[in-house]
């Protein structure tokens, strides 16, 4: 067996492992010193953020080359043992076959997609066919994990029932599509009950470095798993900052 194919089983099995209280909690490293603390503090697995990612190499959020993105992602992956998922965006307009060829040389065994491009949700049906290229073009070397952006592109005066409605409707096109999770960002936590009660499978929710629900009682409302985007590595650069003013004359 493969080293890779045991990561992948083994990301797999952490998300069987979740029960309501007590979701995979997945750090998101910026590179590879950041994802040698994480495993050393005794996490399992690691899910890096794109923008955390970006901002360490220099990019706005969004705006990565894909070259650099697959460069720093496997870096990441080098540095530790540990199965690491990867933020990927939209795919940077890649082929499925080629962007999961891409990705798998990196040494991750799962990728966030997101399903908004330019800050526009795409067509659910479309979005869906096209994780569906790419579930074939991985077959089960990779744990996929599609986002849904419909509460981040929201009106602000929307209901979020509705909203929540709606997510629900991508998320059965995304499962069926072969998504082996969902996640929802942005969505309060006042619908995650709903959200629970409406989605098949593990549920992706967003936790917050400081304040805010801590990851068990996001477990409670609902959460397989929880990650942080690039909270962790912007806490990171606040406390270079207050360092920094201290050493400052």
Known sequence: MTQSV??????????????????????????AASARVFVEAGFPALA??????????????GQTPADEMFAAVARIVRA?????????EGGYGLAPRELVERLLQTGAVGCNLEDSEKEELKDPRRHADWLAEVRHAAADRL???????????????AD?????????RRAALYVAAGADCVYPIG?????????RSGIQGPINVHGTVTGGPSPTEL?????TR?????????????????????LTP
């Open 143 to 157: 744990f996929v994990n599609a986002r849904i952006d419909t509460f981040i592109r929201a009106s602000g005066d």
């Open 226 to 246: 929880v990650t942080f985007g690039p909270g962790l590595q912007r806490s990171a650069a606040q406390a270079l900052r207050d360092i920094a003013a201290e």
């Open 80 to 88: 530790v043992d540990v199965p690491v998922s990867a933020d990927i």
């Open 48 to 61: 890096t953020p794109s923008a955390g990612v970006a901002a360490a190499l220099g990019h706005e959020d």
């Open 219 to 223: 477990g409670e409302l609902g959460a």
């Open 6 to 31: 045991t990561k992948i089983e083994a990301l797999r099995a952490l998300h069987r492992r979740t029960a309501p209280g007590d979701p995979l909690v997945l750090p998101g490293p910026w590179d």
């Open 187 to 195: 969505a309060p936590t006042d619908v995650l009950p709903l959200l």
């Open 160 to 168: 979020p029932k509705k909203v929540a409605e709606q997510t629900i």
